[in-house]
């Protein structure tokens, strides 16, 4: 196994942590604001690091011109999925923050 | 090589089906979007590694750009559309900033 495989292993193993993180902050959390936190920075970091993995994997198999166009193109999907992700979660949550959605306090919990 | 991004594929696949269990049971309409969202950009590293396991990266990699562009204007059209609300339930009254329904 080279090197360069086992820093692509790397990088998806964190990618894929950071996917699991935000799928149990999807489920956990009380609220629609609280999800909206944990969904939009670790979807963003888990779905950049699994593409650089991939795009580092593709390299192995030597500097063609056609590797290297598709690990350039893999890197545009990871650089635009970094503007776009916070985007959309910016938009989404100003949305809902205009349809009035209530956020969630611990007091009112405690007063019910 | 292949059976790692295997794995990798059926680990990413389990999460969707666990953010699933949002998008169905979600108390607002806005949670059923970002678990939505959620699931497209799983999808997109999941078409990325279809790619890999079939050696036809070339070919899926503009789907999978695609997905990841529709995903975008799909959100923000969705987004977009509940600017002009005042509450998320359709027909009811206007309601004043943080009072108001579930």
Redesign the interface.
């Known amino acids: 196994m080279s090197i360069l495989e086992i820093i692509s292993i790397l990088f998806i193993l964190g990618g894929v942590f950071f996917f699991f993180t935000a799928t149990v902050g999807l489920i956990r959390m009380p609220d629609y604001y609280c999800r909206m936190q944990a969904t939009g920075k670790g979807d963003t970091l888990g779905a950049f690091l699994c593409l650089m993995g991939l795009a580092i994997y593709n390299l192995d198999g030597g500097l063609s011109f056609g590797t290297v166009l598709v690990s350039t193109k893999i890197m545009f999907i990871a650089i635009f999925i970094f503007i776009a992700n916070p985007t959309a979660t910016h938009a989404i949550t100003k949305a809902g923050f205009d349809c009035s959605v209530k956020p969630w306090t611990k007091k009112k919990e405690v007063q019910q | 090589?292949i059976s790692?991004f295997l794995w990798?594929g059926m680990?990413?696949g389990l999460?969707v089906l666990?953010?699933l269990?949002?998008a169905i049971q979600g108390?607002?309409i806005?949670?059923r979007?970002?678990?939505v969202?959620?699931i497209g950009?799983?999808t997109?590293?999941i078409l990325?590694?279809i790619g890999?396991i079939y050696d036809r990266?070339?070919m899926f990699?503009?789907i999978?750009?695609g997905y990841?562009?529709l995903?975008?204007i799909g959100?923000?059209a969705?987004?977009?559309f509940?600017?002009s609300?005042?509450?998320?339930i359709p027909g009811s009254k206007h309601?004043?900033?943080?009072?108001?329904?579930?």
Do not use: H, W
């Not at chain 2, 609300?85 to 998320?88: A, E, G, H």
């Open positions: 090589m790692f990798i680990s990413l999460l666990v953010c269990y949002r108390p607002t806005m949670d979007i970002v678990s969202s959620v950009t799983k997109t590293v990325l590694l890999f990266a070339d990699i503009d999978s750009m990841a562009i995903n975008f959100t923000l969705i987004s977009k509940f600017f609300r005042k509450s998320i309601l004043k900033q943080g009072e108001a329904s579930k």
